[in-house]
């Protein structure tokens, strides 16, 4: 963005595919994609991966979706919010989709006053 160099301030997050057209996209064939898809629950994606970068110019950290090419130059661009879904090892962005709102309340309490969500019944 600035034409700075950008210094690497996190691991290298690993991407993968868990849907056909997400292969598709990078184009692989719609059945050569489904036939992986169905024997592998997730394919991991060689060559892409979200990392973390601080730019001295703003002094500001963003995330970047980094792609190497075949030439060993990268490409960055920002990392569109429905990568996240495929990012290995980072936390989601809104908790964890499975756990019931009670829990994530419960989770956040500092103190035990927890027992008044509980009410007795006779």
């Known amino acids: 963005m600035h034409q700075c ?6 691991q290298k997050y690993q991407l993968f595919a868990d849907q056909p057209g997400q292969l598709q996209q990078r184009g ?6 489904l036939m992986l898809i169905s024997n592998h629950r997730a ?3 060689e060559g892409e991966w979200v990392e973390a ?16 090419s075949d030439n060993c130059t990268y490409k960055l661009s920002s990392v569109p919010q429905g990568l996240w879904q495929q990012v290995a090892g980072v ?16 989770a956040r309490l500092l103190s035990y ?3 008044k969500d509980f009410k007795l019944v006779n």
Not at 5 to 10: F, I, K, P, T, W
Not at 53 to 68: D, G, I, L, S, T
Request: glycine content about 6%.
């Open 5 to 10: 160099y950008l210094e690497s301030v996190s």
């Open 28 to 33: 692989m064939s719609r059945q050569s994609a």
């Open 43 to 45: 394919v991991p994606l």
């Open 53 to 68: 970068f601080w730019c001295e110019q703003c002094q500001q950290v963003k995330w970047y979706h980094v792609r190497k």
């Open 91 to 106: 936390i989601h962005p809104d908790g964890n989709p499975s756990v019931g709102e009670f829990t994530r309340r419960q």
């Open 113 to 115: 006053n927890g027992i």
